[in-house]
């Protein structure tokens, strides 16, 4: 226990300092705090004003959307909070100050996670617990201790993917040139995606969004579950139980990802 105390105390006094110099400029840090919550709440609104013209999409009402916008907001805005420092690895290997974290006897991944922390990010989890609080009201959800189950599992397989995702665009850093924008696409896209129902893609997006990138493991298919909804032909409702093998499947491709790229990575030049 004294071992992993002190183990842990290096990545906690960073954390630490990061939380206290955002916190020190208050005026600053309430409008990263209502900027990061209003983006959120746009989001949601987008969504309501879909629904102005069309009663069903994807074979779900207003009420299961929330829901599922719910979950999958909630999980990524969590795993944002934890790993999307990892989208500052590209400025690092632009400027070569990534070969100072090799001199430190930390794990790579582990420090660059634990480099920042953007308190900001939870004002967007805020918006997502509201929305999954309205979507399990507005809707007839059986209570039962399955679904309560199935709900946890949900939102923590959620975190679980979402994050993995952040894992696996930092590996593909060590390869491509200015190519975060590209890994956003399947990062931030997946979040985007993650929202939708997933009935409503074609079979190419099914493929990427739906295994590959088990995007739709994340709350849709949950939603389903809970919601007792049949779903569709290659993604039924029965699926939303399997969201915990979807982020081990996730964590899997992004840990590979990731190891082969610092492998590859030679050093700053410097």
Known sequence: MGDRTAVLAPYRAVLASRVRAQRSHRASFR????????????????????????????????AAIVLVFGIADLSFSLADTVFGHCDNLPTYLKAGTLDVFYLRPQPLLAQLVTSDISLRRLARAFVGLVALVA?????????????????????????????????????????????????????????????????????????????????AFTAYLPALTMLGLPGGDWLPGWLGWLAPVAAVWAWVLALAGWRIGVRHYQGGGG
């Open 31 to 62: 409008l990263d705090l209502g900027s990061s919550m209003l983006v959120g709440v746009v989001e949601l609104a987008e969504i309501a004003v879909l629904f102005l013209t069309v009663d069903r999409l994807g074979g779900l009402d207003l």
């Open 135 to 215: 979507g399990l009201v507005v809707n007839d959800v059986a209570w039962s201790l399955g679904n309560v189950a199935l709900l946890v599992l949900a939102v923590l397989s959620g975190i679980a993917t979402f994050s993995a995702m952040f894992v696996w665009a930092g590996g593909m850093q060590f390869f491509l040139v200015d190519g975060y924008e590209a890994t956003n696409a399947f990062v931030y896209g997946g979040r985007y995606a993650a929202t939708q129902p997933a009935s409503v893609w074609g079979r190419p997006l099914v493929v990427v969004f739906g295994f590959f990138f088990p995007m």
